[in-house]
């Protein structure tokens, strides 16, 4: 009994590390899945995070997470390669993605330049963003990060590394409030600020 239990609490211990959820929802989670009608779930998630430890990476292009060498917004050949959305992370990716007001290609940085973490712009896939823009010969680069100061500072950074690179700056509009992450906002908002999106 004791080593059952032992392996209940371990899973529910992994389970609490998660984002989102704390011990007491960790519990009620394990305790639905350990339920004789659900233990083929368990199971099933059990392969498919096996699964995804093995076979998940990040495109070499944008950064996305992907299964292969790209990502398929990158090898679609009905993606604009002229535009270029910024984002902090693969969660804003997926944000802009849900909300379906862009058909360009993306840039993940991997988090924000920050003096109190230590992160400069050699921490962040900023080198491999100019690359990428001299490379493609990219038209419009769209800041797409959190209006918080940290994501301003980046954003800033970013359009002066662009300076005399003839590309178009642009951020998003109206509809992002201050201190705000894409990764909350509903679809309906990002859409709005992606088509009121203004010069940097």
Same mark, same amino acid.
């Given at each position: 009994? #004791? ?7 371990? +899973? ?7 984002? *989102? ?7 009620? @989670?394990?305790? $639905?899945?350990? #339920? ?5 779930? +368990? ?16 495109? @070499? ?6 299964? %292969? $060498? #790209?990502?398929? /917004? ?12 910024? &984002?902090?992370?693969?969660?804003? +990716?997926?944000? &802009? ?9 993306? $840039? /993940?940085?991997? *988090? ?6 230590? /992160? ?10 100019? #690359?990428? @823009?001299?490379?493609? %010969?990219?038209?419009? &680069? ?13 954003? $800033? ?22 201190? *705000?992450?894409?990764? =909350?906002?509903?679809?309906?908002? =990002? ?10």
């Amino acid at each position: 009994m #004791k080593k059952e239990l032992n392996e209940i609490n371990i +899973l529910i211990d992994l389970l609490a590390k998660l984002p *989102g959820l704390g011990p007491v929802s960790s519990r009620r @989670v394990v305790l $639905h899945l350990l #339920k004789t009608g659900n233990r083929s779930r +368990l199971n099933d998630i059990a392969t498919a995070m096996i699964r995804a430890s093995e076979n998940v990476q990040t495109c @070499v292009d944008c950064g996305n997470y992907c299964s %292969a $060498h #790209k990502c398929s /917004i990158c090898l679609s050949p009905q993606r604009s390669s002229s535009e270029i959305c910024i &984002v902090q992370d693969v969660s804003d +990716l997926w944000a &802009v993605e849900r909300a379906g007001a862009y058909q360009g290609r993306y $840039h /993940i940085l991997g *988090g924000v330049l920050s003096m109190l973490d230590h /992160i400069g712009p050699d921490e962040l896939r900023i080198p491999e963003l100019l #690359k990428r @823009v001299r490379r493609d %010969a990219t038209q419009e &680069v769209i800041l797409a990060l959190g209006a918080t100061v940290d994501g301003q500072t980046t954003a $800033h950074y970013i359009a002066e590394q662009l300076t005399g690179q003839n590309v178009r700056v642009t951020t998003l509009g109206q509809g992002v409030p201050m201190g *705000g992450e894409l990764e =909350i906002l509903d679809g309906g908002t =990002i859409t709005a600020a992606m088509r009121s999106r203004r010069e940097y």
